[in-house]
């Protein structure tokens, strides 16, 4: 426990898969696993837990318990953050997403700490990181913020044609009434049975919905096709055989088949196979490809399971190989459902977009099932890195030689789709939570100055960003907008003006590579980030979470440590304490 390795993941499902499998892996090296969740919190008391965290070797973490977990230390306590040596960050893309402004955050201070004078002689004075992406274009720029003084972070990318699964992606674009997003989203899961008819091949298929409603009506869609058909392989149901009575093995449940009408015409009829009750248990399959159950043995294994899950929709869908997965399904039931689609049980698992981040799930065929969802303000495209990290489950070494991807989208966009082999940029969201984090680095004593506040933004990733793309953050806002904020606040607080200390650190930020001909030069950008820095700390020292001492120094007030020790934001603790003042209490 004294020298310890952190792996981070986006998803608590990637965290209790990776928990599960390393535990079993390390423990008979004498290794301790500790997974760091909301959950695992909740299960031991607050004692026991930081007593199993400090004798851990491994930590398996969400970016959220992490950042909780570090803001109980700073660099004089040393504690948890002191003795992590190993950094491993899964899925470093999610920068890009509003969550990751709190894996920014908690990797930009252990990195600091690692540079820190008084943690020198411990285990993180050596910090390694290593992140990894399947979706990043700028992996560049993630090497260039992870890398300290006292070592450059090395970027290795490896294209397409490292994949050991090639994969084939499609375009399904279906006309829609007056281009009404509304009415093709309701409308959509029509279109599933003819695409998995199509492409499965009788392996494996995730169906990505973007509700949980939706992935499961999908599902129901798939076994209500599994009641179209009479009898395993018989000739009754819609496109059935031949018309003639065979001698076969009829499945207590009816089972997919491929002759069905709403397939396409490459899915052509398959004769009906005989079964032999007594052939000694090596059952051939019923019928040849689709999602179907395929032996007489594969229909016991699914009674089993049906038996054994807690959800009464589950247990019906799964007699026909089919599932729906969401976070409403408890998790025993999940459990299930994971362990039956790695044997190849469960052939057609519907699931909500969570699932493409990370977990494990070999499937021959993906398909993405609108790349729209509904948001705020109406539906929005997945981003282009969304749709690489869903179609990249298809195809997995090991299990398959080769993946199928299949996008279901109006026709009108289409086109807009063919081209998804180059992802996009990604882009930091620290600039919009600057005030969160800013105030706990300051309760933990990590800032308390202005020159220090300008050393932490050059170690985010926000400011390697800012740097060669500031027009993405709308930087000149901040000498407008911010500027006017900031002086309104210096007015009333204690704080020196804004101009009054500019001077002594503008110096900080004349160093910058600016790379769009439009922004500006770089010391403009530095002058503009020292006002949106200023203004956030006279926001902060305006609603009583930080007080400055002089010019350029300031501290935390109880009222911020508290903020930074609950995790709580210093916006919700500033409308609680105006509610409490207006209440007169």
């Known amino acids: 426990g004294a020298c310890k390795a952190v792996f981070i993941a986006p998803l608590k499902a990637i965290v209790n898969e990776r928990m599960t499998d390393w535990k079993r892996r390390y423990s008979a090296l004498g290794l301790k696993v500790v997974e760091l969740t909301g959950d695992s ?78 943690c020198q002689g411990m285990p993180i004075a050596t910090l390694r990181i290593v992140a990894v992406s399947a979706t990043l274009s700028n992996g560049d720029d993630v090497a260039t913020w992870l890398s300290t003084p006292k070592q450059a972070c090395q970027y290795h990318e490896f294209g397409a044609e490292y994949r050991p699964c090639p994969l084939t992606t499609h375009v399904h674009g279906v006309r829609s009434f007056r281009n009404n997003d509304f009415l093709f989203d309701k409308n959509i899961c029509k279109e599933l049975p ?15 919905c973007a509700t949980r409603r939706k992935a499961e009506e999908a599902a129901r869609l798939m076994h209500a096709e599994c009641d179209d058909g009479s009898a395993a392989g018989g000739g009754g149901g819609r496109g059935g055989g031949n018309g003639r009575r065979q001698q076969q093995t009829y499945l207590p449940f009816p089972s997919i088949r491929r002759t069905n009408r709403n397939a396409p015409a490459s899915a052509a009829p398959t004769t009906p196979t005989t079964t032999n009750n007594n052939n000694n248990g090596n059952d051939p399959p019923i019928v040849p490809g689709g999602i179907n159950v395929q032996t007489m043995a594969h229909a016991k294994r699914l009674r089993a399971l049906s038996n054994q899950l807690e959800n009464t929709e589950l247990r019906r869908l799964v007699l026909s190989a089919t599932a729906f997965h969401h976070a409403e399904v408890s998790s025993a039931d999940r459990g299930l459902i994971f362990e039956a689609y790695k044997r190849g049980d469960i052939l057609c698992l519907c699931a909500t977009t969570s699932l493409a981040m990370g977990v494990n799930l070999p499937a021959h065929l993906v398909v993405i099932l609108n790349v729209k969802r509904y948001a705020v303000g ?16 298809a195809g997995r ?5 080769e993946g199928v991807a299949v996008l ?45 506040a300008d050393e932490w933004l050059k170690s985010t990733f926000f400011y390697t960003r800012v740097l060669v793309n500031p027009r993405h953050y709308n930087i000149s806002s901040f000498g407008t907008k911010q500027k006017k904020k900031g002086q309104r606040s210096s007015s009333s607080s204690s704080s020196p003006s804004s101009s009054s200390s500019s001077s002594s650190v503008s110096h900080i930020f004349d160093d910058s590579d600016d790379e769009d001909d439009g922004a500006g030069a770089g010391s403009d950008i530095g002058s503009l980030l020292l006002t949106k820095l200023r203004a956030d700390l006279n926001w902060l020292s305006d609603r009583g979470l930080v007080l400055w001492n002089s010019d350029t120094t300031f501290a935390t007030t109880e009222l911020g440590r508290m903020a930074c020790r609950s995790y709580i934001s210093p916006k919700t ?3 609680a304490r105006r509610t409490v003042r207006s209440s007169n209490y």
């Not at 960050?89 to 894996?103: F, Q, S």
């Not at 003819?194 to 990505?208: A, T, Y």
């Not at 919009?432 to 105030?439: S, W």
């Open 194 to 208: 003819p695409i998995i008819f199509q492409h499965n091949d009788g392996k494996p298929s995730l169906v990505f």
């Open 408 to 452: 279901v989208c109006q026709e009108s966009v289409a086109s807009s789709l063919r081209n998804l082999d180059v992802p996009i940029a990604v882009e930091s969201c620290l600039h919009e939570a600057t005030v969160t984090h800013l105030n706990s680095e300051i309760a933990l004593e990590n800032v308390n100055s202005i020159d220090q």
């Open 573 to 575: 603790v500033s409308r």
């Open 378 to 393: 109406g539906y929005k495209q997945y981003t282009r890195n969304e749709i690489l990290q869903m179609t990249g489950r």
């Open 397 to 401: 070494k090991g299990f398959d030689t």
């Open 41 to 118: 919190a909740r299960e031991w008391g607050a004692r026991d837990y930081m007593r199993m965290i400090d004798s851990a070797d491994l930590l398996v973490a969400t970016p959220e318990k992490l950042e909780s977990i570090s803001r109980r230390f700073n660099a004089e306590s040393k504690g948890l953050l002191a003795s992590i040596s190993l950094l491993l960050i899964d899925e470093i893309h999610m920068l890009n997403d509003p969550r990751g402004a709190t894996l920014e955050a908690c990797v930009s201070r252990i990195k600091r700490l690692s540079d820190h004078h008084e």
